[in-house]
């Protein structure tokens, strides 16, 4: 039984170059990570990530969808998709009875809000292969959430990607994303319209392929 | 924050904890944390001279996220001063072994306390209310 186990790990061990890489889809609230997850999904699988919503902490649990092919310039790349909760360092209940909740429910949705961003940082330690952070090109990255989390991810040396998301958006700045984080390409784009989409998939095909 | 006096009932300031690299050297990642947090949780702003590196920030986000709960603890805001260049340093650097401290003064309060004003590469202005 012990030979076959080791039999089967050795076995696996030689594939495993061809498994699917984990890519989480990292960012603060509302950035659309899940717009994203979901277009990317549904471009590939047909199939949806999770619902989404214009209230901050709608994804409050990872969700991974597996083995999305991407095919670019001939090439086909398998990852799965770890779509994750936005990351914050701080949740109030309060701020959710501004979007016509009742307190039970704001404060079970920032209960399981802090779960979700506490199992999104264990992700990040221990899960993950690859980094899309994805950010509201409307709002100033200069934060210091998104200032931690890109020293977090560059500290594991993870191959991180920054999408430059909402582009459809008057207020976009690509350029101050691409300035606040020139370390790192930038790819603007908007997941609610599928602008850009083309660069998106060559990127993701070029970085964790 | 053992040595420091305790102000008389009533008093109504805030306490600032400034807090020497040399203090959190010997300290475990843990320990530092429970550090911060004991103090932050207190209505304390902490100031780190020497900041804490990427997996000690990780756990601390995490740790925070489990001390959460209404209407008593909201979470914390932190504040570091910009890396210059933050991708991870030059490739000297990077083959030399990477400072992932990289010795930057971190101002850390309760979120529904201390609010960032301004924030630059050398300049971070914060509003401290008390409780």
């Known amino acids: ?209 | 924050m053992p040595e420091a006096t305790t102000p008389e009932d009533g008093d109504d300031g805030v306490r600032i904890d400034l807090i020497s690299g040399a203090r959190m050297e010997g300290l475990a990642s843990m320990e530092k944390i429970r550090l911060i947090l004991d103090s932050v949780r207190d209505g304390d702003i902490v100031v780190l001279e020497e900041g804490l590196s990427p997996e000690e920030e990780s756990r601390l986000i995490e740790v925070t996220m489990t001390e959460i709960s209404p209407d008593d603890f909201t979470g914390i805001e932190i504040e570091t001063y910009p890396k210059p260049d933050s991708g991870g340093g030059s490739f000297l650097g990077r083959i030399m072994g990477k400072d992932e401290t990289a010795k930057k003064l971190t101002v850390i309060g309760p979120a529904n306390q201390i609010q960032t004003l301004h924030k630059d590469e050398n300049l971070i202005t914060a509003l401290v209310s008390r409780k």
């Open chain 1, 1 to 209: 039984m012990g030979l076959l186990t080791n039999l089967r790990e050795s076995i696996s061990g030689l594939f495993s170059e061809s498994e699917p890489k984990r890519i989480g889809i990292y960012g603060p609230p509302n950035a659309g990570k899940t717009t994203l997850a979901n277009r990317i999904a549904r471009d590939w699988t047909g199939d949806a990530v999770g619902p989404e919503s214009h209230i901050p902490h709608e994804t409050r649990r990872a969700r991974r969808k597996e083995n999305v092919e991407i095919e670019r310039n001939g090439k086909t790349v398998t990852i799965d998709i770890v779509d994750t909760p936005g990351v914050t360092t701080k949740v109030d209940y309060k701020e959710f009875l501004d979007h016509d909740m009742e307190k039970n429910d704001a404060v079970k949705r920032s209960r399981e809000a802090t779960e979700g961003v506490a199992e999104a940082m264990h992700w990040l330690r221990e899960d993950v292969e690859g980094v899309i952070y994805v950010l509201d090109s409307t709002t100033d990255p200069f934060t210091q959430v998104n200032t931690m989390l890109i020293g977090i991810i560059e500290s594991q040396d993870l191959p991180v990607l920054i999408f430059a998301n909402k582009t459809d958006l008057e207020e976009s700045d690509v350029k101050r994303i691409a300035d606040a984080f020139p370390q790192h390409e930038t790819v603007p784009l908007s997941a609610l319209e599928g602008e850009n989409m083309d660069e998106v998939y060559a990127k993701i095909a070029e970085y964790f392929g």
